[in-house]
């Protein structure tokens, strides 16, 4: 098949593997096809800001693989995006900002080694195409308007926000330029361009991927997670991703929790029968749907109570839950406990990057940024100023902070959430993963969740999946959300409802 005729739109891992069984193109060839719709379509879309060239002979290089009769794993000569957040030789981690790139008149963070969340994705033999747009220094959960590459847009709604901050991961996605993505949330940066674009995102429990060697925020709150555009490929990249590593000494924590068969062990059409799910409430959280949302999501209870759940109202009334968050502002309503270390956690990741870095520690970072100085008044972190203890962090970068206040709440919605659910007898909860439509791709609205704060906190994981279209056209998400490393079960929820509705729609990408 010449590359011109392959048919890129929506394909899946599945697709991929049965072109590659059947012959109908090589590795090399599917690689082609997909650079050259980058190719035409990037330019407008703004999703990806690298592109990998060593990416046709690495598909040459599974296609010998394949043909001297190697075993080869599921993602074996997939095409797939990574965030420009995470440490890939010979490219810069830029964070989305003109002051880390050198073609913008700034420092180039070149790493001395991948993260091994990229690492894990080159040994699965996945082809990474590129690296994605961000905005600076991942502060936005809305879009990528400041990064240094210009704003990315909403592949299945272009005048509205496409989600942050990986905004350019989940637009490549969207718009077929991948087959999947990496992404990685501190405060929405999966759920919310899943959500916001109509794909399925695994917001992980935190500890079960490593995430060393990826620009940090808050490195007890960050995690790493796919992005794709069907349950079942999501689930086959969290195999890969998940796991043990001494390059991140906390994964110790997912041993034993990942399961026997993998994450589509459980993936079933009919998961959903006899389960009992929770919906939102203001148990868990002060703030009403709008209108149209709450319309749209009884239309999805509907649909999961004819899948045989049962569905519990606001379990959370009276359990305290909702009073745990603490607003940074009531204009911004983002609960940053747990970032207080995001001075020392740069200085960490600058350490990882080795020594001939161009930037090894927190103080040459701030010299080399000093222009627009991230923590200043008009900077991108300012707000974190108001949390108890950021300034002494900021002060000694080399000392970690104790955040006693992040650890109390974290400790507090495990307690809250655990008794719940089982004094409900709950298996898993069921939202709509934003409380109205997108908000304009400019201007200053911010898109309006339902599970940040509290799931990122918490460390809890949740499952994005495609339940329907505003009257905008804006994609209308569910977010399953679930028990620490329940990944297994809400995915297979995610698949049940998945299948039975197929609300996911094809952008049209002119």
Known sequence: MAVQDLDLVEMTVADVQDGFAHRAFTCESLTQAFLDRIAAHNPRLNAITFLNPDALADARAIDARRAAGEALGPLAGVPVVVKDTMDMVGFPSTGGWSLLYSKTGGVDLMPGTDSPVVARLRAAGAIILGKTNVPVLSASGTHANNSWAGPTL?????????????????????????????????????????????????????ALVPNAGVMPLASQRDVVGPIGRCVRDAALTLDVLAGFTMEDPKTVAGVGNIPAGGYTSLLSETALAGKRLGLYGLGWRNQPLSAETAELYARAQREIMARGAALAADPFEGSGFAEIRQPVSEQYQFDARGLESAAYDLQKYLERMGPKAAIRSFADFAEATKAQDAFGPDGVLQYLHRLPGFAAALADPSVPPPMPEFVAARAAYRRIFDAVMEARGLDALVFPQMRADLPPLHGEELIQETTVSEINIAGLPGVTVPAGFYASGSPFCLIFVGCMWSEAQLLAYAHDYETATRHRRAPRVA
């Open 154 to 206: 909403n592949a299945a709604a272009p005048d509205r926000a496409p989600g942050g901050s990986s905004a350019g991961t989940a637009t490549a996605v969207a718009a077929s330029l991948a087959v999947l993505g990496l992404a990685e949330e501190t405060g929405g940066s999966i759920q919310n361009p899943a959500a916001a674009q109509g794909l399925v995102g695994i917001k992980p429990s935190f």
